[in-house]
């Protein structure tokens, strides 16, 4: 007898889940540890928490939970406007910025179609491509990041999508503004680029992101950003799109009417005023930064300079390596699902939660030697 699950689509059947970090209470139950003695440097949250001001906006906005949220997002997206000088119309609003990559893949790809991506790129560019049952093509990389040329070359009649994250995750590698702008003058229109720009707040002033500036003149390119990094509120899932309208209004089509929470909004809302909060954060992860690729670098251990706040360092048998963290109670990321399975991804934290890193990781070596 043929059983249902046997029946479902060969792409669905095919996904490898994603593996987030490892949530705190997961390895407190599984090692008896104590949660608050736990470090997690696993999944890039933001180690100063949430801006005070979103804190208190999310209490207020606990008052109307009983009301659905507003399915246009009418204050967050007037919010956006203004901060970032766009129209209404340019704006898409996700369940975090991985419900707009959805969005484009739904609203663009089809079984038969293609969508192009680097080597060690984001994962989620290839699940929500193959969810659709287009074909992902997975570009390989030059040294850790995009090989334009290369991704071009990859674009086809039949491709839909070039998803493109500066700086990426896993690797922290940045594209050139220069390189970028003539790699979109040199895509095809047939072709959207997703710029995914979930870390552009880590960016030093001279070198963020004018991806912005560029809506204008490509209309087939759609950024990408998120409430879950720098403005810490990876959970409550917030994030948005910003493209022409005439794309913006196909992904709109596609979103469930209510895919942004009441809280989530409101949220929004107040840590996008909050500059102090992220001019704070900034400043801790290039403090953090520092201190950690130092010490990795005391210890031997090569790193690929990242841009972003975490940073994957080269160490041998680093499935090992991670477990061994696991047992000292410091959460990090294992990267082999990347194509990097001599590297570990560790996220910037507090100077205290990069210290114990350190500490124990040295211990680790230590031990092996
Ligand atoms: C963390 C991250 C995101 C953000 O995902 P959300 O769904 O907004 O939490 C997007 N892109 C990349 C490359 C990331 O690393």
């Known amino acids: 007898m043929t ?80 901060k970032f000088k766009l129209q209404p119309d340019q704006l898409v609003f996700g369940n975090g910025s991985n419900d707009i990559l959805e969005l484009a893949a739904r609203a663009f790809l089809t079984p038969g179609t293609e969508a192009v991506y680097a080597q060690h790129a984001f994962a989620v560019y290839a699940l929500v491509t193959q969810a659709t049952g287009a074909t992902g093509i997975s570009v390989p990389a030059k040294d850790f990041g995009h090989d334009l040329d290369a991704m071009l070359a990859a674009v086809t009649d039949k491709t839909r999508i070039v998803f493109i994250a500066n700086p990426n995750n896993p690797t922290g590698t940045l594209i050139g503004k220069q390189a970028l702008r003539h790699f979109l003058a ?107 690729t130092q010490g990795l670098a005391k210890l031997g251990l090569g790193y690929i300079p990242s841009y972003g706040n975490f940073v994957s360092f080269h160490v041998s048998n680093a499935a090992e390596v991670y477990q061994q963290l696991l047992k000292s109670g410091v959460i990090v990321r294992p990267v082999a699902a990347y194509e990097m399975p001599d590297y570990l991804r560790v996220s910037i934290g507090l100077h205290s939660e990069n210290a114990r890193f350190l500490e124990v990781l040295e211990q680790i070596l230590q031990a092996r030697s």
């Open 186 to 292: 040199s895509v095809p229109k047939h072709a959207l680029v997703v710029l995914d720009e979930a870390y552009d707040e880590y960016l030093a002033a001279d070198i963020k992101s004018e991806a912005l500036s560029w809506l204008d003149e490509f209309d087939n390119l759609l950024i990408s950003r998120t409430l879950s990094k720098a403005y810490g509120l990876a959970g409550l899932r917030v994030g948005f799109g910003v493209t022409s309208p005439a794309i913006a209004d196909l992904m709109n089509r596609v979103r469930q009417p209510f895919n942004v929470n009441s809280v989530a909004q409101a949220a929004a809302v107040a840590a996008l005023q909050d500059d102090e909060f992220v001019e704070r954060s900034y400043a801790l992860n290039q403090a953090g930064m520092l201190q950690i």
């Open 3 to 82: 059983r249902l699950c046997d029946l479902a689509p060969s792409n669905i059947r095919a996904i490898a889940p994603y593996q987030p970090g490892k949530p705190i209470t997961e390895l407190a139950r599984e090692m008896g540890l104590k949660p608050e003695s736990i470090v997690k440097l696993a999944s890039n949250e933001n180690p100063l928490g949430v801006s005070p001001k979103a804190y208190e906006a999310m209490q207020d906005a606990l008052e109307d939970i009983a009301r659905y949220p507003d399915g246009n997002s009418f204050a967050l997206r007037d919010c956006v406007c203004r």
